[in-house]
C-alpha cells in the first residue's frame, strides 16, 4: 500500500495490520537470522525501524548478546554515504535527521554487513527506500554486502533502477531469504 494511504488507514485497519505484522515478523526474524549467522560477520550496519519497517530490535539484542558489534546509521550530508554509531542496548537514542533514532554518544562503526529496511524491492535485488539515496551512496562508498529486508507483501514488478541504485547481496522476507549475489 502506498505511504500516503498506509497513513490515512483508521485506527481499527492498522490494529489489524498490526497485529498481521507482529504475527510475519516473527517469521522474518528467523529468516533474517539464518541470514546474518551465514555471513559470518561480526559488525552489522542495522537500523531502528520507523514508519511501519520490520521490526528487528529484539534481533538486534540478540546479535550483541552474541559478540557482534551493531552500528546504527546517521545522516552526515545530504546525498552522501551514511556514518554508523555504535549501539548496544543500554546506550540513549537521539532523535536525529528524518525522525530516525541514532545512538548517543556516537563512536563510529564500520559494519562489513548492512541491514536494511525496503519499501519495496524486485527479484532482481533492487530496492525502493524513501527517496533520499542514502543507502545507495552507502553501499557505492563501501561496497558492503547488504541484506534488504521486506515483507513479501512489498514485492513489486521489476522497475527502472536509477543510475545511483546498487542492488542487495540478498533480501529476506518472512517465507525465503533471496540470494542474489
Known amino acids: 500500500m502506498p ?4 497513513d490515512a488507514a483508521d485506527a481499527a485497519i492498522r ?3 498490526d497485529a498481521l505484522v507482529d504475527e510475519l515478523a516473527g517469521a522474518l526474524v528467523d529468516q533474517l537470522d539464518g541470514a546474518v549467522d551465514a555471513a559470518s560477520t561480526s559488525a552489522l550496519g542495522v537500523y531502528w525501524p520507523v514508519r511501519g519497517e520490520p521490526d528487528l530490535r529484539e534481533s538486534m539484542r540478540r546479535w550483541h548478546a552474541a559478540g557482534r558489534a551493531l552500528g546504527l546509521p546517521r545522516v552526515v550530508a545530504p546525498r552522501s554515504a551514511l556514518a554508523f554509531g555504535r549501539w548496544t542496548p543500554e ?4 532523535e536525529a535527521v528524518f525522525g530516525v533514532p541514532v545512538p548517543e554518544p556516537f563512536e563510529r ?3 562489513t554487513l548492512l541491514i536494511l529496511p525496503c519499501v519495496g524491492f524486485d527479484a532482481r535485488g533492487y530496492r525502493l527506500g524513501y527517496g533520499g539515496g542514502y543507502y545507495d551512496c ?4 563501501r561496497s558492503l554486502p547488504a541484506i534488504g529486508v521486506a515483507y513479501d507483501a512489498c514485492e513489486i514488478g521489476t522497475f527502472v533502477a536509477a543510475a545511483h541504485d546498487r542492488p542487495l547481496s540478498a533480501i ?3 517465507t525465503r531469504t533471496i540470494v542474489l549475489a
Not at 3 to 6: E, S
Not at 138 to 141: E, R, Y
Request: glycine share 0%; charged share 30%.
Open 15 to 17: 490494529a489489524r495490520v
Open 3 to 6: 505511504r500516503a494511504q498506509r
Open 172 to 174: 529476506v522476507t518472512e
Open 91 to 94: 546506550w540513549e537514542l537521539r
Open 109 to 111: 562503526l564500520q559494519p
Open 138 to 141: 552507502t553501499l557505492a562508498a
